[in-house]
């Protein structure tokens, strides 16, 4: 199967800094790849699909200008939280869909994210 | 409204007890139903993907039905190893629907 990765995969920081997430798919392509948060015994829920070359689509209620995405490249987009409150610790999870079947996502393993 | 209910929460079963997990939903042009199974503090791990009604799959210990209006994930004396939680999703659109999971712990 495909592999993505995340990185860092904890961090913990001040209120009020802003954190970097990256995810990576290592041995694909990916020209869309999906940001989704999870919280103790919820779904995971959508955040963001991050579109390579082109704005990012924030799903409702998602603010933008809290969580900036970026993807540069084929195989690499960022998630930044900017300002981070203690109400943003959670577990962020990326994935992506093998190119050319946008069914079946491949996720990373997470980033743990605690604000203090 | 698109919407995937997993049933149970959570299921306790012996080493070697079968059993199954249930994955209901109602969405507008299904695209796919998947199931992950996701272990505490990782991501999910893809397992399978069903397209149409009657479709099967099976690995290992684990096999995957699909009707019209629900999914359901056998699984056959099972291991301790096979602890997790199972998640259940439908594509829509694009986008994965995900339920809550189904969390099951398996004694040996």
């Known amino acids: 199967g495909a592999v993505v990765s995340q990185h860092p995969s904890r961090v913990i920081c001040k209120s009020g800094t802003s954190v970097k997430i990256e995810c990576r798919s290592l041995?694909?392509?990916?020209?869309?790849m999906f940001w989704y948060r999870q919280f103790p015994k919820k779904s995971l829920m959508l955040m963001a699909t991050?579109?390579?070359?082109?704005?990012?689509?924030?799903e409702q209620g998602v603010e933008k200008d809290k969580f900036l995405i970026n993807h540069a490249s084929l195989t690499l987009s960022t998630l930044t939280v900017t300002s981070a409150h203690p109400e943003d610790s959670s577990f962020y999870i990326c994935?992506?869909?093998?190119?050319?079947?946008?069914?079946?996502?491949?996720f990373g393993p997470g980033t743990r994210l605690t604000v203090l | 409204e698109d919407q995937v209910t997993q049933s149970p929460e959570a299921l306790r079963l012996q080493e070697g007890e079968s059993s199954s997990l249930n994955c209901s939903y109602t969405v507008s042009g299904l695209r796919g139903l998947f199931w992950y199974r996701q272990d505490p503090g990782k991501g999910p791990e893809f397992l399978f993907t069903l397209y149409s009604a009657g479709e099967e799959k099976e690995k290992e210990r684990l096999k995957a039905t699909l009707t019209k209006k629900e999914s359901f994930l056998h699984i056959t004396a099972p291991k301790p190893e096979d602890s997790a939680t199972y998640l259940c999703a439908v594509g829509s659109q694009g986008n994965l629907i995900f339920g809550k999971g189904t969390k099951l712990s398996v004694k040996p």
């Open positions: 041995d694909f392509q990916a020209t869309t």
């Open positions: 991050s579109n390579e070359g082109s704005k990012a689509t924030y």
């Open positions: 994935s992506a869909p093998l190119q050319g079947n946008t069914d079946t996502q491949y």
